[in-house]
């Protein structure tokens, strides 16, 4: 069975920073876009970045300029920094790896963020 393992949540005050990181197993790790999602209580979840093997990023909107998305390939780990972090942004955060060709995704167990004064 597939693990993506993250860490890196917590509580932070607005304006605050936080960096997620999610490790994979190599074989998934080396093809599959690694990304990052997050569900609000009574929302949908959403995409937060995604990045490809190739490095190829996307981003909402909503974090453009505030969040970046990374790859390490030594370490088979993917990250989430998060800058200027906001109210709007406390959510349960997953780590995702999606097949470029295939409908195959992994999940991982998730991590809570909360921006909170």
């Known amino acids: 069975q597939v693990q993506l393992v993250e860490s890196g949540g917590g509580l932070v005050q607005p304006g605050g920073s936080l960096r997620l990181s999610c490790a994979a197993p190599?074989?998934?790790?080396?093809?599959?876009?690694m990304g990052w999602y997050r569900q609000a209580p009574g929302k949908q979840r959403e995409l937060v970045a995604s990045?490809?093997?190739?490095?190829?990023?996307n981003y909402a909107d909503s974090v453009k300029g505030r969040f970046t998305i990374s790859r390490d390939s030594a370490k088979n780990a993917v990250y989430l920094q998060m800058n200027n972090l906001k109210p709007d942004d406390t959510a349960v955060y997953y780590c995702?790896?999606?097949?470029?060709?295939?409908?195959?995704?992994?999940w991982g167990q998730g991590t809570q963020v909360t921006v909170s004064s």
């Open positions: 995702n790896a999606q097949h470029p060709a295939y409908s195959i995704t992994y």
């Open positions: 190599g074989s998934i790790f080396r093809f599959y876009t």
């Open positions: 990045m490809s093997n190739s490095g190829n990023t």
